[in-house]
């Protein structure tokens, strides 16, 4: 588990072209863009809550140490596309992370059976993988998960050239769905904008905040401030989620009570 400290804006679209300007002469892209002569990269998430929203309800609680619980990949689906168990906790501004890589295909057998030797890929890059899956497997069995959203945006990269633990982040074009099985990762049907006119600056680092990183902040007026993605796409489709969990509970209890012929049964 790796923690940082992690600092969010919200800014106005308009402002991407001259905010990246001007933080160039102190950056580099993210290794893979550069890589790839890309400008960004694209980013899907499923996030998991409980039936109840509980991990969205501590979010609006304003509760200081929360989770969130996602699947998350990189770019284009393809035949061995790897995608990451994340859990990510907060306390106030540091963050840490539990990652485990698992190939798309597997990740369905992975969450019906928690077979955890047979599924999860581990290598020098991920030490920790097979263990931050267990956690990950503890809250979906324990709480019962479910999937709640997909979100999806595009994400501009880049790293200090004097700090390469400072990581700057613009993420662009969010939208998102309500998402009922793994199955929709790669989906693009019916999704949604969310904050359609921003896109939110995230700040990343381990040790130290430069000079010259927050006199740009000043010189952009910008105000540090909790942006969480996953609440705002929940709000989004927050009617349609609670009609999706009184369905569900529903259907359940009509499956429940015509299994055991309960339905219809005289009462003495």
């Known amino acids: 588990m790796h923690r940082r400290r992690e600092f969010k804006y919200l800014v106005s679209k308009d402002r991407l072209n001259e905010f990246r300007s001007v933080i160039t002469p102190y950056v580099v892209k993210d290794r893979n863009l550069d890589i790839n002569d890309l400008l960004d990269y694209k980013v899907n998430s499923i996030y998991f809550d409980t039936g109840q929203l509980n991990f969205y309800k501590e979010k609006l609680a304003g509760l200081k140490l929360r989770k969130k619980f996602r699947i998350r990949s990189y770019n284009k689906q393809t035949e061995d596309s790897i995608v990451f168990l994340e859990i990510k906790q907060k306390e106030v501004n540091i963050i840490s992370k539990n990652r485990a890589p698992v190939y798309y295909r597997d990740i369905k057998q992975l969450l019906m059976w928690g077979n955890i030797d047979k599924h999860v890929l581990s290598d020098g890059k991920f030490p920790n993988a097979h263990s931050d899956a267990r956690k990950f497997l503890y809250y979906y069995f324990g709480r019962n998960l479910v999937p709640i959203v997909l979100i999806v945006y595009d994400r501009e990269a880049y790293h200090s050239k004097f700090n390469p633990?400072?990581?700057?982040?613009?993420?662009?074009?969010?939208?998102?769905?309500?998402?009922?099985?793994?199955?929709?990762?790669?989906?693009?049907?019916?999704?949604?904008?969310?904050?359609?006119d921003y896109f939110v600056l995230e700040i990343k680092f381990y040790s130290g905040y430069p000079l010259w990183l927050r006199k740009i902040i000043q010189k952009f007026s910008l105000q540090q401030r909790s942006v969480s993605k996953y609440s705002h796409c929940v709000d989004r489709h927050i009617d349609e989620l609670d009609m999706h969990f009184k369905r569900s509970s529903y259907e359940w209890a009509k499956e429940y009570y015509l299994k055991n012929?309960?339905?219809?049964?005289?009462?003495?």
């Open 261 to 268: 012929d309960f339905i219809n049964e005289e009462v003495v």
């Open 165 to 196: 633990d400072l990581r700057i982040t613009f993420d662009k074009n969010i939208r998102s769905k309500v998402c009922t099985s793994t199955d929709e990762l790669f989906t693009k049907y019916k999704t949604e904008y969310v904050l359609r």
